[in-house]
């Protein structure tokens, strides 16, 4: 079974750029999370799908922050313009159903680490 | 405030020892509680999941317990080895929705 795709795995841009990371989930798993995780920190939820519906962007800086998931399937994180404090490597996980009451686990990409200078 | 607290940010043992993470919460009632492992430059790799109401699991190596009076989880790794070398984060349920991660413990096995 294919895992969760991630790209591109590194980028670097320098600050008020724009920025744009892709996902593609575990076939068949209905919810897609975007994480940020700082250098020695924990990830940090920044949306979550439940298809192609948004379920939590409670954390989402919907100032420069948005993201989308087409047909319910991929996933594009984007940033506009981006600040030094985005530095951080964005993760993209997916689980079959919705919700932590699943106890279903996440399953993460890789992640793409993003330099903003 | 809401808040997760693992042990102490990096963890040296010697192989063979057990290893014990902990990880401690403040304003979270989870139903459940995940353990993931991360490598360096990798996503984290989901190990194990406790239920609230369920004192202990084990698999393998590996045994967490979870006491919700304490508000503490305890992850143990027994005859640990240098691949066992990893950060490991522990994930709280938040509210039946998702997980909230705590900040990680660097583990280092010492040969």
């Known amino acids: 079974e294919a895992g969760v795709a991630q790209s591109p795995r590194y980028k670097i841009i320098e600050k008020r750029q724009s920025v744009a990371f892709w996902c593609n989930p575990i076939?068949?798993?209905?919810?897609l999370y975007w994480y940020q995780q700082i250098l020695g920190q924990g990830p940090k939820l920044l949306i979550q799908?439940?298809?192609?519906?948004?379920?939590?962007d409670s954390q989402l800086p919907k100032d420069r922050f948005s993201a989308e998931r087409l047909k319910g399937v991929d996933s594009t994180l984007k940033i506009q313009p981006a600040k030094l404090e985005d530095s951080a490597v964005y993760l993209c996980?997916?689980?079959?159903?919705?919700?932590?009451?699943?106890?279903?686990?996440?399953?993460f990409g890789e992640g793409s680490r993003l330099t903003v200078l | 405030s809401q808040k997760i607290e693992q042990n102490s940010e990096a963890l040296n043992i010697q192989e063979g020892k057990t290893a014990t993470l902990t990880c401690n919460y403040t304003?979270?009632?989870?139903?459940?509680l995940q353990w993931y492992r991360q490598d360096p430059g990798r996503g984290p790799v989901f190990l194990l999941l406790?239920?609230?109401?369920?004192k202990e699991k084990r698999k393998e190596r590996l045994k967490v317990t979870f006491d919700t009076t304490l508000k503490q989880s305890l992850f143990h790794i027994t005859a640990s080895q240098p691949a066992d070398s990893a950060t490991y984060l522990c994930?709280?349920?938040?509210?039946?929705?998702?997980?909230?991660f705590g900040p990680g413990t660097r583990l280092s096995v010492l040969p």
């Open positions: 996980a997916s689980s079959p159903r919705g919700g932590s009451s699943n106890t279903g686990e996440l399953f």
């Open positions: 076939s068949g798993h209905a919810t």
């Open positions: 799908f439940q298809n192609n519906g948004v379920v939590d």
């Open positions: 304003n979270y009632s989870p139903a459940y």
């Open positions: 406790i239920r609230e109401n369920e």
């Open positions: 994930a709280l349920d938040n509210y039946g929705q998702n997980f909230v």
